[in-house]
T-cell receptor, first 113, second 112 residues
Framework: AQSVTQLDSQVPVFEEAPVELRCNYSSSVSVYLFWYVQYPNQGLQLLLK??????LVKGINGFEAEFNKSQTSFHLRKPSVHISDTAEYFCAVSDWNTDKLIFGTGTRLQVFP | DAGVIQSPRHEVTEMGQEVTLRCKPISGHNSLFWYRQTMMRGLELLIY????????DSGMPEDRFSAKMPNASFSTLKIQPSEPRDSAVYFC??????????FGQGTRLTVV
């Protein structure tokens, strides 16, 4: 069975600073990986996804993530954050055999001026 | 397409009452997911369907919860009887093959 671990429940950062949100997964089969963002009182919106190919994936709003198979990680990065990036970020995994999509517990990114 | 549509957006009910949450997936999507989100437990997968068939309901908390998908354009999640601990935001999501899941706006359920 798959599982996802997001190591940081909260990440405070100042505006224009770089940020990395960590995600590790476990699975016995090959996986697809996703990052979603949730703004207050809204549903989840896809930031980026890794299905195959290049391990560096670029998404919306200037975010990117790198798939590292040996470390079973899929960390999310942004070189310079904005106040508007304040939100909850979820890492998710599904395997090649099923559509079952499992989420991590989320990381709250708080950007301060 | 209007996206995944959930109704109602908010539901307040008394303990012991039956609650039915509704979801209309995106047309052409063949997988549908029901999630529950709480502060304590985060985003939990309750059940998912593929081509209208329940594939994995291991996340359904107990027999009070049931879900159906009578056709490709409609699904329900029912709680009977409801309890205060069921208070949460319930999300429906749909996807096509193994592409990303699209989420509805959620139903905020409060059981008093």
């Amino acid at each position: 069975a798959q599982s996802v671990t997001q190591l940081d429940s909260q990440v405070p950062v100042f505006e224009e600073a770089p940020v990395e949100l960590r995600c590790n997964y476990s699975s016995s089969v090959s996986v697809y990986l996703f990052w979603y963002v949730q703004y207050p009182n809204q549903g989840l919106q896809l930031l980026l996804k890794y299905l195959s190919g290049s391990t560096l994936v670029k998404g919306i709003n200037g975010f990117e993530a790198e798939f590292n198979k040996s470390q079973t990680s899929f960390h999310l990065r942004k070189p310079s954050v904005h106040i508007s990036d304040t939100a909850e970020y979820f890492c998710a995994v599904s395997d090649w055999n099923t559509d079952k999509l499992i989420f991590g517990t989320g990381t709250r990114l708080q950007v301060f001026p | 397409d209007a996206g995944v549509i959930q109704s109602p957006r908010h539901e307040v009910t008394e303990m012991g009452q039956e609650v039915t949450l509704r979801c209309k997936p995106i047309s052409g999507h063949n997988s549908l997911f029901w999630y529950r989100q709480t502060m304590m437990r985060g985003l939990e997968l309750l059940i998912y369907f593929n081509n209208n068939v329940p594939i994995d309901d291991s996340g359904m908390p107990e027999d009070r919860f049931s879900a159906k998908m009578p056709n490709a354009s409609f699904s329900t999640l029912k709680i009977q009887p409801s309890e205060p601990r069921d208070s949460a935001v319930y999300f429906c999501a749909s996807s096509r093959e193994t592409s990303e899941a699209f989420f509805g706006q959620g139903t905020r359920l409060t059981v008093v």
